[in-house]
């Protein structure tokens, strides 16, 4: 019922930024938690940050300082800054939707592509 397009990947060399939107459409019920997570080639996916309806963050170890997450919830969008980009930060990123009351309601996106080089 949340359907979540994601944008703003790229390619960029190291210790450049991006800025990622994801946006979200459907039924956004409150309250409820959004995130970013990465997959690279040949390894799992892993949680990059999240973002509660009400503004409390969580970061990857990984990203802490360099990341940033942010959300505007009149226009259900979401953001990943990052800045300080590293080749390891390589990944396809997927915004995500979590419900965090009644029944679970959890939704992805396609993802978007995140190519640093040196």
């Known amino acids: 019922q949340v359907q979540l397009v994601e944008s703003g990947g790229g390619s960029v060399e190291a210790g450049g930024s991006l800025r990622l939107s994801c946006a979200a459409s459907?039924?956004?019920?409150?309250?409820?938690?959004m995130g970013w997570h990465r997959q690279a080639p040949g390894k799992q996916r892993e949680l990059v940050a999240t973002?509660?309806?009400?503004?409390?963050?969580n970061y990857a170890e990984s990203v802490k300082g360099r990341f940033s997450i942010s959300r505007d919830n009149a226009k259900n969008t979401l953001y990943l800054q990052m800045t300080s980009l590293k080749p390891e930060d390589t990944a396809v990123y997927y915004c995500?939707?979590?419900?965090?009351?009644?029944?679970?309601?959890?939704?992805w996106g396609q993802g978007t592509q995140v190519t640093v080089s040196e």
């Open positions: 995500n939707y979590q419900r965090n009351w009644g029944p679970k309601v959890v939704s």
């Open positions: 973002i509660t309806s009400v503004g409390s963050t």
């Open positions: 459907g039924i956004i019920s409150s309250p409820n938690t």
